[in-house]
C-alpha cells in the first residue's frame, strides 16, 4: 500500500502513539527514582546505579538502555563495564540539584495524572473530572489546599514546568512604559520575581489565596526580593483583583469553565488604567485546532481535573476581551509550545 507521497504505507505512527505509555512510564520511574540525580556529574556502570537504585537485576539493563535508546542517557561502551550519565538536557533539568530542575511536574504525572489518564474514556462520556473528586466528592484545588506539604509540592512542580516561560515572558515584553504589576494566581511568586529581577521600574505583587502566603513568602526570600515583590492575599472571585498597570495570570484561565474565564478578564479589564495590559501565559491551541498537539492535551488534561474547563486559541482570547472593552491584542510566543496572549485596554 502507497500513502498520497507514494511512500510505503506503515502502521508506525498507530503503534509508537498507542503504546507511547511504554516510553512515558519509563521515564516517569526514571524521575520517581531521582536516577539523573544520583548521577549528577558522574558516570556509573548499570551495576553501581543499579545498586544506588534498589533495582533488580532482571530490569537493569533493559531499564537504563531503553532510557539511552529514548535519549534520556548517554553511554559509553557496552556490556557490564560500560558506563551510564546524563544527556546535556537530563542533567540540566532532571537533577535535583540543579535550579533548572523541572522534574517536579513530572512527579506529579507519575503521582496523579498517570493514573488519573486511564478514565479518559469514562471523561469523554460524562464530561466530568476523573481525579481525587471521583473519592473525596471534593475539587482538586479543595483537597490541595487542605493539604499544606501537598500543595506545595504541587506548587513546586508547577514552579518547574513554568520557569522557562516566565523568564522569555519578562525578557520578551515591554515594560518600559508600566510602573506596576500584578500577577493573580501567583503561587510561589515566579512571575513576580522573574519580572522584578529585570525591570527595576516595576512594583510587583503576586496574589493569591491567604493558605499560600506563606509558601509564597518563602520562595520570594530564597529570591532575596523581599523588597520587591509584595504578597497579597485574597479570592479573585470574591475580591477582585488589585489594581495595576500590568496584569498577568500564567497558566490560570484555562483552569475555569467559559463563564468563569469571561468573568475574570471583566476583572482584569477593571482593575487596568486606560493603556494597561492583561497577559496570560498559556499553551495556546492553534487557531485552526491542527498543530499545538500539546496544548490540545492539556486541554484533555482540564477535562481530567476539572470537568468544564478547558484551553484555548488566541483567537477565543481576543474574543472574550474584545466583549470585556479590551481593544488592542498581540501575541507573543514563550518557550516551546507556550505563549502570552495580551490584551491593551
Not at 553501581?48 to 534498589?54: H, K, M, S, Y
Not at 495524572?113 to 482538586?140: C, H, S, V
Amino acid at each position: 500500500m502507497q500513502n498520497q507521497n507514494d511512500q510505503p504505507l506503515t502502521p508506525g505512527n498507530i503503534l509508537r502513539t498507542g503504546l507511547a505509555f511504554w516510553n512515558s512510564k519509563t521515564l516517569l520511574t526514571a524521575v520517581e527514582f531521582e536516577v539523573f540525580t544520583v548521577l549528577g556529574d558522574e558516570k556509573m556502570t548499570g551495576e553501581e546505579l543499579g545498586a544506588a537504585l534498589g533495582i533488580h537485576p532482571r530490569g537493569i539493563s533493559d531499564f537504563f538502555d531503553g532510557l539511552v535508546a529514548m535519549g534520556f542517557l548517554e553511554r559509553d561502551g557496552n556490556g557490564d563495564q560500560a558506563l551510564y550519565y546524563n544527556t546535556e538536557e537530563t542533567g540540566t533539568f532532571l537533577d535535583k540539584n540543579k535550579e533548572t530542575y523541572l522534574g517536579g511536574f513530572l512527579e506529579m504525572a507519575n503521582a496523579r495524572l498517570y493514573r488519573f489518564w486511564g478514565d479518559l474514556g469514562e471523561a469523554l462520556k460524562t464530561g466530568k473530572p476523573q481525579n481525587e473528586i471521583k473519592k473525596t466528592g471534593k475539587p482538586m484545588f479543595e483537597v490541595l489546599y487542605e493539604d499544606v506539604p501537598r500543595l506545595e509540592q504541587f506548587m513546586g512542580a508547577m514552579r518547574g514546568i513554568s520557569m522557562g516561560n516566565f523568564v522569555a515572558f519578562a525578557e520578551k515584553f515591554d515594560f518600559s512604559n508600566y510602573s506596576s504589576l500584578c500577577d493573580i494566581g501567583g503561587a510561589t511568586g515566579l512571575l513576580a520575581s522573574q519580572v522584578a529581577k529585570r525591570h527595576e521600574n516595576v512594583a510587583c505583587k503576586t496574589f493569591d489565596l491567604p493558605v499560600v502566603e506563606p509558601i509564597a513568602r518563602k520562595w520570594v526570600a530564597k529570591e532575596g526580593l523581599e523588597d520587591r515583590v509584595e504578597v497579597v492575599s485574597g479570592d479573585f472571585f470574591k475580591d477582585g483583583l488589585p489594581k495595576a498597570d500590568v496584569i498577568t495570570m500564567g497558566m490560570i484561565l484555562h483552569d475555569w469553565n467559559l463563564e468563569d474565564k469571561k468573568h475574570l478578564i471583566r476583572l482584569a479589564y477593571e482593575s487596568l488604567p486606560e493603556g494597561g495590559a492583561f497577559c496570560v501565559i498559556e499553551n495556546l491551541i492553534d487557531d485552526d485546532r491542527r498543530e499545538n498537539v500539546f496544548g490540545l492535551m492539556m486541554s484533555l488534561n482540564m477535562l481530567i481535573e476539572f470537568g468544564d474547563a478547558f484551553d484555548f486559541s488566541a483567537a477565543d482570547f481576543e474574543s472574550w476581551c474584545r466583549e470585556a472593552g479590551f481593544t488592542r491584542f498581540e501575541v507573543i510566543p514563550l518557550a516551546g509550545p507556550c505563549s502570552a496572549a495580551i490584551a491593551y485596554k
